[in-house]
């Protein structure tokens, strides 16, 4: 029965045909979603296994060594066993086998242990790629063109025909402040020379040489924890609490209303609202004497909540840095890579010249960012600049989305997805409000933070792994490989969840 919701003695158990085998029974009502035959992955198992309560006990002896001897183990979960994992399924060294619908903070692109990135590794051919890591910036290998044209280049944003590889999402965004910084002053000075009074003051950390510049960037926001990331991160207090920091201006980020298409007329005087605030700022920190360089966003806010905004707001945006002149950084690090169900979330927004530098990573496997021509400084520099092996782990992730059309994937899964969590958003309205997102990039708000943190430690212990995201959401961050019958499951999980939630 698609989409209905029965009560519990009119439930049918299809577990010989179909993937409801791991369907929790509850009392009173529970959503039973429409039925999908076993899917032909190899690499993937048929569901949860639990064995446990979660941390199970050699997670917790582990948990209690690593106390002892290593660095602090408050964030830990449980410790895994990535050579059991497969496809949509995380196991942990209790042996518990959870559907990952939070992939390492959306950093895993196709799945746990695919085919064939492990038979990339056979390869002898790849050997010395994985055996000897270069410093990029002065000694990089032969191959290393070739391999960058094949994977990064060959999805490069709209306009964008430079790439700039980093070894993480903070240093990438951390890194492509730098090069607005000095894109920006070449700008300034004509593009001529530094002058002296450029060089002795900022080795003393003065003006001119270390020029008052900021970025702009918006409430909610999250693009890393390095000092330059860390000022134009505003989604935690746990983040920023203790380190010093610049004054940079921070601008509002649009609250939309939903269902969406019920406030129109609210959303657009919200967005529109935003985006004078925008503009205020920009004028307000020039008179200060601290234009702003750039303006850096994410095309959907993760860490801050999955907070959306409609693609007008954004190609506004980009004009408003365009009136200024500034530079406009589009902050892909967790949004980029196929699961909102384009590669980029920036490409939802219909233009051909989105942004002048688009930063990624995690679904990337390396970090970097893409940018314009006139962004290219010659004093972006560390020691390793990346990792050439993660290219070719990339340009393999690469050829099996291609070759599986996993972003149409994601779009078919994406929208099962929404639609069941609309469906259980009306069944519980005291528990579940605002369903959005784009393909599998979902999130769904809970009534307050507590209940959302004890739904997602429930989830886990019926097998299936979520993610929160700002003060009181769920965000869902499925594998490229996430196909529908696996969104069925995770809903009749999920509805169990709700339906015995005290």
């Not at 649009?254 to 005087?269: D, G």
């Not at 506004?316 to 967790?334: N, P, S, T, W, Y």
């Not at 259980?424 to 409000?433: E, K, N, V, W």
């Not at 009181?472 to 809903?491: D, G, T």
């Amino acid at each position: 029965v698609a989409g209905k919701y029965l009560p519990e003695q009119q439930c049918v158990d299809l577990s010989s045909n179909f993937y409801l085998q791991f369907v929790f029974f509850s009392s009173g009502c529970r959503y039973v979603s429409k039925a999908a035959a076993k899917a032909q992955m190899e690499f993937d198992y048929d569901g949860p296994s639990m064995k446990t309560a979660v941390p199970g006990p050699r997670s917790q002896r582990i948990i209690l060594i690593k106390n002892v001897f290593f660095q602090n183990v408050g964030a830990v979960n449980f410790f895994c066993n990535y050579e059991e994992s497969r496809g949509n399924y995380l196991v942990d060294v209790d042996g518990n086998r959870m559907l990952d619908i939070y992939t390492q903070i959306s950093s895993i692109p196709i799945g746990y242990n695919h085919p064939a990135l492990l038979k990339l590794m056979t390869n002898p051919n790849n050997l010395s790629t994985f055996v000897n890591r270069p410093a990029l910036g002065i000694l990089p290998p032969e191959n290393f063109p070739d391999k960058i044209a094949e994977s990064l280049l060959s999805v490069a944003p709209s306009g964008m025909t430079r790439v700039q590889t980093m070894a993480c999402g903070s240093c990438s965004n951390e890194n492509a402040y730098k090069a607005m910084f000095i894109w920006y002053r070449n700008k300034e000075r004509g593009y001529k020379t530094p002058s002296d009074e450029d060089h002795s003051t900022c080795m003393i950390n003065q003006a001119p040489g270390c020029p008052d510049l900021s970025i702009l960037s918006f409430m909610g926001a999250f693009h890393g924890r390095t000092m330059g990331c860390l000022a134009t991160t505003h989604s935690k207090v746990i983040h920023k609490l203790d380190v010093p920091s610049f004054d940079w201006p921070i601008a509002p980020f649009p609250k939309l209303q939903y269902p969406l298409e019920e406030f129109t007329r609210e959303n657009a005087l919200e967005e529109a609202r935003c985006l004078e605030e925008v503009e205020d700022l920009i004028v307000k920190w020039r008179q200060k004497g601290k234009p702003v360089a750039g303006i850096v966003i994410e095309p959907i806010q993760a860490e801050g909540g999955d907070n959306h905004a409609s693609p007008d707001f954004f190609r506004r945006l980009r004009d408003i840095a365009r009136k200024h002149g500034c530079a406009f950084h589009v902050d892909e690090v967790q949004t980029g890579g196929g699961g909102t169900g384009k590669f980029w979330a920036h490409e939802h927004w219909g233009m051909d010249d989105p942004a002048d530098i688009v930063s990624f990573s995690k679904k990337l496997l390396t970090g970097g960012y893409y940018h314009k021509d006139e962004l290219q400084p010659y004093r972006i520099f560390n020691t390793w600049m990346g990792d050439p092996s993660k290219n070719l782990f990339l340009s393999e992730v690469l050829n099996v989305i291609r070759r599986e059309n996993l972003l149409e994937e994601v779009t078919r899964s994406g929208k099962a997805l929404l639609n069941g969590l609309y469906e259980l958003q009306a069944q519980y309205p005291g528990i579940l409000s605002r369903a959005r997102g784009q393909g599998t990039f979902c999130a769904i708000d809970i009534c307050d933070g507590a209940t959302r943190d004890t739904i997602l430690v429930k989830a886990r212990d019926k097998g299936v792994l979520l993610g929160g995201c700002g003060d009181r959401s769920i965000r869902f961050r499925p594998a490229l490989v996430f196909k529908e019958y696996h969104v069925h499951l995770l809903l009749n999980i999920f509805n169990d969840v709700l339906a015995n939630h005290k």
